[in-house]
């Protein structure tokens, strides 16, 4: 595996020293978890992989909680509060299409959102804590599995997490290619949305596409649902409440002259108050048991809240961003960036507990891939200042009193 194609950090960035040194390593590390992608609950190898690192830095992991979950303890040199540091396993069901060395070996799976990069980061900030543990208090470094889609966060939690490794607050990090490397963004406040999934069945009476008299069109139905369904956005959440509802499958019919007896509408719905997410739900509900009845047809939703909104609280955004500044310099920190309709399962620790989930720019120019596309490569450039972050964000919080 050849290092040489790695670019160096952002030159502005102030990385811990001991860190920045080990970058080749680091590339090494994420190189090689990027080539051997698992998805949610069955990152097995990249679970050994953490755990055998964590333990050879002289920590004792545990593994197994949601599975492929890895969780270890830090201390510091002396006593103080408990926070917890979380990184994701989980790769994407999608093929990779770039040819370099380092793609996956695994067809059908692909790092394509950066969480090997994120794993690679918090090992690295690990290694420097367990080194160097000049901080009062306890670090636990979470490795989660299952963040796309899976709700491993939810899982941790519900399987004792925070009950085994107690954290008064916790922190997450995603990078994001929207923002020039070497930025970061930190949000007081909502900084995911809601992701919520439904289908919608439509169903009526099929029959000749000549004769329609004789039936009850499910197609019909389901295109003024289409339409309809989308005044919810405009015409029942608050207009300064950011709110999306995308139908994103029709399914039905397979004849030029057969009209199908169902029809089934599938889509995603994203929020970041319950206030829009609840007129949502109910909207979808009554519109589609009132259009399909006004045709003669019968409608039923299935309506699956998946993640919460991502809200950061006030004090520890402020903590995440004075430790950010020692990074990357304040000037380059985002405050006020508009939140994502992405939804991130991080919201179930934020539920839990006080904390924040910062975005870390990894933009190399107009043409880097976004979050999972084929062609996306986390930014190496950009290890040592995640890595770095985490622990400008240990001593921030958990300092050694002079
Ligand atoms: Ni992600």
């Not at 933009?363 to 290890?383: I, K, N, Q, W």
């Amino acid at each position: 595996m050849s290092f040489a194609a790695a670019p160096p950090a952002p030159s502005t960035a102030r990385l811990v020293p001991a860190i920045a040194e080990r970058h080749a390593e680091l590339v090494a590390w994420r190189r090689d978890l990027h080539a051997h992608p698992e998805l949610g609950y069955a990152e097995e190898r990249t679970s050994r992989v953490v755990a055998e690192r964590l333990a050879a830095f002289g920590l004792d992991p545990d593994v197994g909680l949601a599975k492929t979950g890895v969780v270890a303890t830090i201390q510091g040199r002396a006593p103080g509060p408990a926070i917890a540091l979380r990184a994701d396993l989980d790769a994407l069901p999608m093929p990779e299409e770039n040819t370099f060395a380092h793609a996956s070996k695994h067809p059908g799976r692909m790092h394509a959102c950066g969480h090997d990069g994120h794993t690679t980061m918090l090992l690295a900030a690990a290694r420097h804590l367990a080194e160097h543990p000049d901080f009062a208090g306890t670090v636990h470094v979470v490795f989660q599995p299952a963040e796309e889609g899976g709700a491993g966060g939810r899982v941790m939690i519900e399987e004792g997490l925070l009950d085994r490794f107690p954290a008064e607050q916790v922190f997450g990090l995603h990078n994001w290619p929207a923002l020039p490397a070497g930025e970061m963004a930190v949000h007081a406040g909502p900084v995911m949305a809601a992701a919520d999934l439904f289908v919608i069945t439509v169903e009526g009476r099929g029959g000749h596409a000549a004769m329609p008299h004789q039936t009850r069109d499910p197609i019909i139905g389901g295109a003024q649902l289409v339409s309809a369904l989308q005044t919810l956005v405009s015409r029942t959440v608050d207009p300064t409440d950011p709110a999306v509802l995308s139908v994103t499958a029709f399914n039905g019919g397979s004849a030029h002259n057969v009209i199908p007896s169902r029809v089934e509408l599938k889509g995603t719905v994203r929020t970041f108050s319950p206030a829009a997410q609840d007129a949502i739900e109910a909207g979808m509900k009554r519109l589609t048991a009132q259009i399909c009845a006004g045709l003669g047809l019968e409608g039923r939703v299935d309506y699956r809240r998946t993640y919460p909104a991502t809200v950061n609280t006030r004090d520890e955004a402020e903590l995440a961003a004075r430790a950010a500044a020692r990074v990357v310099g304040a000037e380059r920190v985002h405050r006020h960036l508009p939140p994502s309709m992405g939804g991130e399962d991080f919201a179930f620790m934020l539920r839990a507990r006080p904390g924040c989930y910062v975005w870390l720019g990894t933009g190399a120019g107009p043409d880097s891939p976004p979050l999972h596309h084929p062609r996306y490569d986390f930014h190496d450039a950009m290890l040592p200042v995640g890595a770095s972050y985490w622990v400008s964000l240990v001593e921030t919080r958990l300092p050694l009193s002079a």
